[in-house]
Structures are given as structure tokens and as C-alpha cells.
């Protein structure tokens, strides 16, 4: 995947001086595909995954170079995603049987994207980076139980969208290729997950001339 990484930013480099480029700015939101319920059992709590839960924003820009047909995209972008958990607790005697907390994580994105134009209409596929910059754990502060997070992700993101005049809307779909993380220590005991960070992705963009 890195060399798959430097490959595209070696075309981005060598066709720059040929191609028509603009900068933009781009926005939008996600949700991960997280469809099943995912349970974690420890001896003070139940720990359940919501599903649909996963969903996140994003904002920042966009360089799109045009050669011909084709078009190369690089973006950098920041996101924030969000999961939401059930807690329970199993005590009868427990004033709170169900709570509810979040951990949202703050990413720095970077995909580089190649497509192909038809009239109005694009298609684009490539790699994309991610780096966790912080994290924001409710789940952890109120179980103790702690997620041991990646902090570096690589993914594939495919899709299509349409270009009017400046005005971009796309439509991707992004398989993780890195687990988001290790697994999740629970009462001392490392247990092990294996969750990808598959996404579906809105984005809109605006080019500047």
C-alpha cells in the first residue's frame, strides 16, 4: 500500500507541469458499516456496540488535476468519527442499569484519488492515509476498560460522483485495509477484534479557478 501511495504522488509529480489544476475546498459526512452488535463481557459491565453508530464529518481541501480523460485528486481533510456504546450492569442492585457513552476520534485524512471523466459524470479510485491525532473516550473514563487504538490506518476508497462546472459531489465507498485497532483490555485481559475502517462517503467541493 505505501508503494502503491508513492506511485500515485510520482504521477502527481511528473504531470503537474502538463496538466490543467485547481485547488478546492471540500466537506461532507460518513457512516461505517458496522451492521452487527458487537458485545464485550467483563465482570463489572456489559459492553455493547450500537449499530448504524458509527458516523462522522469531515472538511478541508482538495488539489484535482486534469489530464485529458483522467483526473488526479489528492485531498487533505480533517474528520471526526463517533460509536456509541451501551453499557450495562449486570448488579440487580446498580442505580443505572443502561448508560450510554461515545468515543469520538480526530483524524487527519489523506486519500489520492485517480479517476476518469465522462461528460458530468466521474469514477475515482485510491489509497487513502489516516492518522488518529486525538482521542475523546467516554467508554474508557466511565468502564476502565481501554481500547488500544491504532494510530495510523491504511484503506481503499472507490466510488463515483458528478462535476458541474467547480461544484464536485462524490459518492465513495472505503475498505480498510489496517485494523482500527488491536483489540480491548477488559478486567487486565487483553482481548483481540478485528475491525476494519469501512466507510460509506458523501463529499462535496467547490474549485477555485
Do not use: C
Request: charged content about 20%; overall charge positive; hydrophobic content about 45%.
Amino acid at each position: 500500500m505505501k508503494k502503491l501511495t508513492v506511485l500515485f504522488f510520482f504521477i502527481l509529480l511528473y504531470d503537474l507541469s502538463f496538466a490543467e489544476s485547481k485547488l478546492g475546498l471540500l466537506a461532507g459526512v460518513s457512516n461505517s458499516t458496522f451492521f452487527q452488535k458487537d458485545i464485550v463481557a467483563g465482570k463489572d459491565y456489559v459492553i455493547i456496540k450500537m449499530p448504524y453508530s458509527d458516523y462522522g464529518i469531515h472538511a478541508g481541501g482538495f488539489l484535482n488535476i486534469k489530464m485529458g480523460l483522467f483526473y488526479l485528486q489528492p485531498e487533505l481533510y480533517v474528520s471526526s468519527i463517533s460509536n456509541t456504546y451501551k453499557i450495562s450492569n449486570p448488579d440487580p442492585f446498580a442505580a443505572a442499569k443502561n448508560v450510554y457513552k461515545n468515543d469520538r476520534n480526530f483524524n487527519l485524512e489523506f486519500p489520492v484519488l485517480l479517476g476518469i471523466k465522462a461528460g458530468p459524470a466521474r469514477f475515482m479510485l485510491g489509497p487513502s492515509g489516516r492518522l488518529v491525532l486525538f482521542n475523546l473516550n467516554e467508554l474508557k473514563d466511565y468502564t476502565g476498560y481501554d481500547v488500544q487504538l491504532n494510530k495510523a490506518l491504511w484503506s481503499f476508497q472507490t466510488g463515483a460522483g458528478l462535476e458541474l462546472g467547480n461544484f464536485q459531489l462524490d459518492l465513495k465507498y472505503e475498505f480498510g485495509i489496517t485494523k482500527i485497532a488491536n483489540g480491548i483490555k477488559v478486567d487486565g485481559t487483553q482481548r483481540s477484534f478485528d475491525y476494519r475502517a469501512n466507510q460509506i462517503i458523501v463529499s462535496i467541493g467547490w474549485a477555485f479557478e
